[in-house]
């Protein structure tokens, strides 16, 4: 997604620059070999509260950190640390509105072979306004993609390294051509993974059912509290574990979840309509209460939420 409106300052490595200021040389960008690793990072804006709610940035950050140590990334912040720069970045970016915060970590000096482990990584921060969709149950129409998940031992899906987002890339690009929303991805295996930036779940006999953490998915955390909560609080039934092509097309429910995808129902998987064809009862209940919980107005799990301005109305 390109970043349309400028935020004043963006966060390098542990300073706040100006957005015009915060350049890389060309000679910087890198070859083959460079390893990126980021995060797709969300805070919502309640009015009422006049106040922004960043959603699991402590789960997000500690991600990232896995997936630097994976791809062998000098670590130089600790998660508290990018934590607190997230919270700085949008207080100085006096956001009042939803937004995405965007972490990525890089191999700076853009070595070529030799001397990769000693490679300087920088991290980096950016702040981009977007708009929700919860509320709106917006209809997907899905599609099985031609093109293989990539597996944990080639490049693992556990990891959100840039290089792994072209096999996404394929996948959204060939469903699109094909005139879908989304694609689904199966692992080499032929079962069922996840979308290209988001995880699934389907229903069968009214148990929410979405791929186990070994399929070749990202550890989402917007599916661990979907878990969390249907167990919790919605007395929804769960189950993870693999699940098979054609139970795509005798679900009842089918419905992409994370955190830019937030909830999103898809109404036909290769044109076998999903249910009745409208968004199901289990999905619009999980999108629902997901919403509450974004947004401040659910506070049972107040812990999932940093606000960001430390007085109501305050913004430093
Ligand atoms: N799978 C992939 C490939 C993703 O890029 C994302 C988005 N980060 C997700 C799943 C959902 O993860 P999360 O709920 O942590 O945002």
């Known amino acids: 997604m390109a970043i349309t409106r400028p935020s004043p300052y963006v966060w390098i490595d542990g300073e706040l620059i100006p957005w015009d200021a915060a350049t890389v040389h060309v000679s910087k960008l890198g070859w083959s070999t460079m390893g990126a690793v980021f995060e797709g990072i969300s805070a919502y804006w309640n009015p009422e509260q006049e106040q922004l709610y960043g959603l699991q940035f402590s789960e997000h950050y500690a991600r990232l950190l896995n997936s630097m140590k994976l791809m062998r990334m000098e670590q130089k912040f600790t998660v508290g640390d990018l934590v607190q720069a997230s919270i700085d970045l949008l207080r100085a970016n006096e956001v009042r509105e939803d937004v995405r915060v965007r972490p990525l970590a890089y191999h700076a000096d ?5 001397g990769l482990l000693d490679s300087a990584t920088s991290v980096v921060i950016t702040t981009a306004p977007f708009t929700s969709s919860l509320g709106t149950e917006p209809k997907l129409r899905a599609c099985v993609s031609s093109w293989d998940r990539i597996s944990d031992n080639q490049l693992s899906p556990r990891v959100k390294c840039i290089s792994n987002y072209q096999n996404s890339r394929m996948a959204l690009i060939e469903a699109s051509m094909r005139g879908y929303d989304q694609p689904i991805l199966l692992n080499t295996q032929g079962k069922v993974t996840e979308g290209p930036a988001s995880c699934l779940f389907i229903v069968r006999n009214g ?106 109305g305050q913004s430093r």
């Open 110 to 114: 853009g070595t070529w072979f030799g």
């Open 207 to 312: 148990i929410a059912i979405t791929p186990s953490l070994t399929s070749g998915i990202l550890e989402s955390i917007t599916r661990q509290s979907i878990l969390q909560f249907c167990r919790d609080v919605l007395e929804i039934p769960t189950m993870e574990r693999e699940i098979d092509r054609t139970e795509l097309y005798i679900a009842e429910e089918v419905f992409f979840c994370g955190t830019g995808a937030e909830v999103r129902g898809v109404v036909s998987v290769d044109d076998y309509v999903v249910g009745s064809g409208e968004i199901g009862p289990i999905t619009t209940a999980i999108e629902s209460y997901y919403h509450d919980i974004v947004r401040g107005r659910e506070s049972r799990y107040d812990h999932w939420r940093v606000p960001v301005y430390s007085r109501v």
